[in-house]
């Protein structure tokens, strides 16, 4: 191995660990602790004042999660424009990493009497990372050639799981051994910030180069105006020049939403329909979190054989194959297991071939603008599967006819996956498919 291979290899290696870093937030804050954490806060409170108006306990961390979001719509695009037009892309990465872990740490702070200090910490984090993995994202065409970004992209999702699932079986322990449960939990919340500064802002970052930027931003404009009229001609452009790669992203809108959905859903819907305790659950999350690192991994192999198209359209069969199997069979927690198993196996190929995939059809020089655009479709429609389920329930009142729903979530999806021309759209974007499998 020469000396620009073994320096390629390594700042891969730092990009990638920020999937190990960043997915403790996910795992840890977002799944599976502050929801529950701040209900209970709020419920001692009698609900969460704000200006004098009280938020019921049970909404607070769900309004959290929803203006997240919101936000997060409002600034990656930002982010993404001013990313492609600064030769400090990595130092703005960099500076929101920063920021998110320092929030997160200060989760340690909340208490009965900080709640709404708590939720306040969680969105702005949320929206820090959120603008940081847009970030992050524009690098992989940057370090890997096309032949190789499945792989990558998979080998970086892997990292995700193995670092979030191994936070969260340390928190889970932490939690059992000691007396004093809030403590342990606001540790856990708090070390999470910590968790991220270690495992990515201290060092393996650091293994990233700068890059020149490849665009300039006209020296009479101010970066706000700017960056704001760079959306707008970016969405124009894409439906002129780059229809294929546009047509991608609404798919991947609407089956990474069915996704998020049935992984949002799957514990009430096991506690509900099948009775599991909440020992049960938390061995599903830990399971799923683990055997999706084969299933990463497996996933980048085989789009290597055959293509990220066909192997991500052969995931989201097997996708729609485990809802129609979860309304019809699925009555036991031996199936459950098993079927918690193949859910993990399909969880990450599908996200690593997602975003490997779209880093073929977006042009050169414009990448962070347009991941802004491809988080905004992972996150800023991430309500609408969860809506259509509820209201469904709520109609029927039953989980089991309200996941046959998100079978639509997946059809659309593969519908407009489908037709997709991998080549022609690297064409439209300047780059050579040479002997990719596409």
Known sequence: ???????????????????WAWSAFSTTVTTALLGPYLLDL???????????????????????????????????????AIADHTPHKKRLMMALVYTGSALLAGLFLVTTSTVLLGGALFVLAGVAFAAASVIYNSFLPELAPPERRDRVSSVGFA???????????????????????????????????????????????????????????PADRGW????????VDTVVEMRQRYPIALRYLIAYLFFIDGIGTVITVA??????????????????????????????????RLAERIGAKRALVGNLTVWTALVVYAFVALDSIRELMIMGVVVALVLGGAQALSRSLFSQMIPASR?????????????GTSWLGPLVFGVVNQIVGSQRQAILSLIAFFGIGLALLAPVRVRQAMLDAGQDPGVLRV
């Open 1 to 19: 191995m020469d000396a620009a291979t073994a320096e390629n290899q390594r700042e891969i290696f730092g990009w990638q660990m920020y999937d």
């Open 42 to 80: 709020a419920e001692r409170n009698g609900g969460v004042d704000i200006g004098g108006f009280t938020i019921d306990e049970a909404s607070f961390f769900p309004f959290a999660v929803s203006l997240s979001a919101i936000l997060q719509v409002v600034v990656l695009p930002l982010v993404g």
């Open 159 to 217: 990292y995700g799981y193995v670092g979030g699932g191994l936070w969260l079986a340390a928190n889970f322990g932490l939690i059992a051994v000691m007396d004093d449960t809030e403590l342990a939990v606001r540790i856990s919340l708090g070390g999470t910030g910590i968790w991220c500064l270690v495992f990515f802002a201290l060092y393996p970052g650091r293994l990233i180069r700068p890059r020149p930027a490849l665009r300039s931003k």
């Open 224 to 231: 706000i105006a700017f960056s704001l009229r760079s959306v």
């Open 267 to 300: 514990t009430s819907f096991a506690a509900d329909e099948l009775g599991a305790e909440p020992t049960t659950l938390l061995g599903l999350v830990l399971l799923i979190q683990f055997v999706a690192v084969p299933g990463s991994l497996g996933f980048g």
């Open 367 to 379: 990448e962070a603008e347009y991941f802004g655009f491809y988080e905004i479709a992972a996150r």
